[in-house]
């Protein structure tokens, strides 16, 4: 299977290409040596990752090609605002109607809709949000790869399974081989184009190891590489993106900086942002966002958490729930409830309608497995699989019961493209 549409090259300046996909022009960043106008190329997050023979592109655009407006237009029926108001009040049809028509909500109005009560008026919202995506984003829906690397933690975070507290845990870390293998197999033999590595604060992968490893794969297969290790420092950021890393996934958790001081002993909730300031500053695609349900943690925290997300210049927003692991200080908590989840993922769309990928997380498959569907009804976008051999996965126990850990690889992607499908959605990056 294949995460994305080969498009052609139709101007090149500089380092940006102008790329056609059945006659919607996208741009993308082109760092391939030798690129000339009418290559087909495939991109991913906005960079060109590859380009490939026109036969063989021209063979895959034909398949798609009917399929690709059959699915448009699917998209298009399903996302329609629906005119009927029916019990939702003057206030928040103004908002909503505001938010439509694409201008930027104010804090409050914001907040107003992530605390709306009834049903009917959070029906609205997500359809709004769901809108406003299809609006300026169309049908593509970002499937991208995880491989979770190493267990092994060397920070205490209050609600985290994999915490070096967490003395119970077996851990694993992944041979070099181990992980080239699982990237192989990602790229080669399911077709994914974007894959993050993703461990906790390790110490064994030095920022050198790490870039080396970088450089190998990179050697190896055309692919866009995210790294999401924790903080790595800000030497380590230059050294990974020179070494090829072009995103970085790495959430600051929680925009409030007493909450964070208190869950993450030792550690301040600047140092975090100073990281992801620092990543867009050295050009990383950034994915980032907060646990949404923390103890203590409130409406306008979340509303806070979103705003700082779009201020950090998210590329993907990352919001998901907390979910309480048994063996941590926090086990005595609750999940949040499906709607704060949902109308967080639908408040994000309409904070930043234009640009932001979202994604439905795991933890929130993991709380509601109807969750993949309702977060791409409600704004998102985005999806990501678990491409970790599963001989490692129950290890990886950063909350218990994880969504999709005893899937096979084929068994997460036939199931992802058959609900994308349902929606009118393609399992494609375009770019911008
Ligand atoms: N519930 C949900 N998400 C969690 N994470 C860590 N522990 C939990 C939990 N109990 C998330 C954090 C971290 C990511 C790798 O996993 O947000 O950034």
New binding site residues.
């Given amino acids: 299977m294949c995460y994305a549409i080969p498009g052609r090259v139709e101007t090149i300046e500089d380092r940006y290409v102008t790329v056609d996909y059945f006659g919607e022009k996208k741009r993308a960043i082109n760092e391939l040596d030798g690129l000339k106008i009418g290559d087909y190329i495939y991109a991913q997050g906005g960079f060109v990752i590859q380009s490939l023979p026109e036969p063989e592109a021209k063979s895959i655009l034909a398949v798609w090609k009917e399929t690709f407006f059959e699915l448009q237009e699917m998209d298009l029926r399903l996302s329609r605002l629906d005119t009927e108001s029916k019990g939702v009040d003057a206030k928040t049809l103004r908002i909503l109607d505001k938010a439509a028509e694409g201008r930027e909500l104010k804090p409050e109005e914001l907040y107003h809709l992530i605390t709306l009560e009834t049903p009917y008026e959070r029906e609205l919202l997500y359809k709004t949000a769901n809108f406003l995506r299809r609006k300026y984003l169309g049908n593509s829906c970002c499937v991208h790869g995880i491989i979770e690397f190493s267990s092994f933690c060397k920070r205490n975070?209050h609600?985290?399974?994999?915490s070096t507290n967490h003395t119970g845990l077996k851990r694993y870390r992944m041979t070099d081989d181990e992980i080239l293998d699982a990237v192989r197999e990602a790229v080669e033999v399911h077709g994914f184009q974007a894959l993050v590595l993703?461990s906790g604060e390790d110490p064994e992968f030095s920022a050198p190891k790490l870039a080396e490893l970088i450089r190998e794969i990179k050697r190896r297969h055309h692919c866009l590489i995210f790294i999401?290790v924790g903080e790595i420092g800000i030497d380590g950021l230059k050294e990974l993106y020179d070494a090829g890393a072009r995103g970085i996934l790495?959430?600051f958790?929680t925009s409030d900086p007493e909450l964070y001081a208190k869950l993450h002993p030792g550690s301040l909730l600047e140092t975090r942002l100073e990281h992801l300031r620092k990543a867009f500053e050295i050009g990383y695609l950034i994915v980032t966002g907060?646990?949404i349900g923390l103890p203590g943690q409130t409406p306008r925290d979340i509303l806070n958490d979103i705003l700082l997300a779009k201020e950090l210049h998210a590329e993907m927003f990352s919001f998901?729930?907390?979910?309480?692991?048994p063996d941590?200080p926090?086990a005595g908590n609750n999940t949040p409830d499906v709607e704060l989840i949902l109308g967080t993922l639908a408040a994000a769309r309409i904070a930043d309608p234009e640009n932001a990928k979202i994604l439905v997380?795991t933890?929130f498959e993991t709380v509601d497995p109807g969750a993949r569907e309702k977060g791409l009804m409600a704004g998102a976008n985005s999806v990501m699989l678990n491409v970790t051999p599963e001989r490692f996965r129950e290890c990886y126990e950063?909350?218990p019961n994880r969504a999709h850990s005893h899937e096979g690889i084929p068994e997460q992607i036939e199931t992802t493209l058959s609900l994308l499908r349902g929606l009118g959605r393609a399992p494609t990056d375009l770019g911008v």
């Fill in positions: 975070c609600y985290c399974g994999i993703q999401s790495l959430r958790e907060g646990l998901g729930p907390f979910v309480p692991h941590t926090l997380t933890a950063i909350y």
